[in-house]
C-alpha cells in the first residue's frame, strides 16, 4: 500500500484541512492501493487547530521528528498552500528524499526559487509535480483532447497575486502552451490587474484578477473563429486522481518548464503593473 504524507509549516489552512479527504475520496472512487497515513508540521498556528488535533480529527499519524515521517511515507504532499515563500524552507528535505513529492501552488515565489527548487529535486532524483487544481477543471482537460491549443485565452479571477494568480496562470499555461514572448499590463487600479500576454502569431492571452468586488473564475477560449466558455468547477478529485497517477508511477503529469512558466509570468505580472501600458519581454523573466 502506498502511504501518504501531508508535511506543512502549519496544518491548520484551507487546502491542508480539505486534501486528505479528496484524496481518500479519490483512492476509493479509483481503485488506488495508497491511504493517507501520516503528517507532519513545523509549528502549530496561533489560535488555530493545533497538529495533535488536527491528525485526531482525521485519523492520521502525527510525526514531531521529520526524519521519522520521511521514512514512513512513500509519497509527500508539501502544502504551504498560502505562502508560497515557505516552500523556500519547508519543501527541501520532501525534494532531498528520492521520493514522489506535490508542492501545492504556488510552487516558489518566484522563478528564481522555483529553479533552485527543481534543481535540488534533480540533485536527490526527486519526482515533483505542482500545479494549480484549476488545470485539472473536466472543461479544459477535455478541450485539451479533442481541440489544438487555441488562438486567444481569455481569464478571469479573485484575490491577489501573491497566492492566486497561478489558477489563472496555470490554465493559461495548459492552454496555449510555454513560449510567451512579451506582456503588458493596464492601468486598471490598484486592486485590479489587467494584463495580455502575446506568444507571437495571433495567439493571446488575456488576464484580470478582481478582489474587489469578487470575481469568479471564468476562462475562454477561441481559435479564432469559434469560441467557447470552459467552467472553472469539479476539479478538485480530478487533480487528486493527477497526484495519486504521479505518486504510482514517479511521472509528473505537468513538466517543470510549464511550472516555471507559470512563475515567470508572475514575475512578469508583477514588473509590468510598475509600467502600465509598456509591453515587457519574457525574456527577463525566465
Known sequence: MLKIGFWDAYLDNW????????LREAIAQ??????????????????GTTTADWCAQRDIRRHTDP????????????????????????????LQSGKPTFVDKTFAADTA????????????????LSTSAQRYCPSITAY??????????????????????VHQFEPIVALMGIGAQR???????DNVTQMMIDWGGGR??????????WAEFNFMVSDGTNGARLASEDFYIPTMKAILDFFVTGISPVPAEETLEVLALIDAVRAARNVPDTWLSMHDFR
Open 15 to 22: 487546502h491542508a484541512n480539505y486534501y486528505p479527504g479528496f
Open 30 to 47: 479509483f481503485g488506488f492501493d495508497a491511504a493517507v497515513t501520516d503528517a507532519y508540521a513545523f509549528y502549530d498556528l496561533p489560535g
Open 67 to 94: 526524519a521519522a515521517f520521511l521514512d514512513a511515507v512513500d509519497a509527500i504532499m508539501v502544502i504551504g498552500a498560502d505562502d508560497a515563500r515557505l516552500h523556500n524552507e519547508i519543501a527541501v528535505l520532501p
Open 113 to 128: 526559487s522555483g529553479k533552485r527548487l527543481f534543481a535540488l529535486a534533480e540533485q536527490h532524483h526527486t519526482p515533483v
Open 144 to 165: 485539451l483532447e479533442s481541440h489544438p491549443k487555441p488562438r486567444f485565452v481569455s481569464t478571469v479571477g479573485p484575490h491577489s497575486l501573491d497566492n492566486y494568480a
Open 183 to 189: 506582456v503588458k499590463a493596464f492601468s486598471a487600479g
Open 204 to 213: 493571446m492571452a488575456s488576464f484580470l484578477q478582481s478582489p474587489n468586488p
